[in-house]
């Protein structure tokens, strides 16, 4: 950041940015035909959701809240209908 010359949350805007445009990516990339079966893509996909949800506001690996059981339960547990 320093080398750059921007503070803190200009770098964390940016790179929330960033995120943002990759999950787009991911989730269209996820929609088009491909050989490799759904349960398998499903399952780097879920990999992935999981990941964003407990690194989303801190290391929410290390130090494990009801925050991050709440979300992970409601992403893989109890997801919502289509």
Known sequence: MEQYGVTAQEAYDEF???KESSWKDVNEEFL???E???PVLNRSLNLARVM???YREGDGY??????AKGGITSLLIDPIPL
């Open 52 to 54: 964003d949800v407990l």
């Open 62 to 67: 290390t130090h494990v809240g009801k925050a």
């Open 36 to 38: 490799m079966p759904v």
């Open 32 to 34: 088009k035909p491909t």
């Open 16 to 18: 929330n940015k960033h």
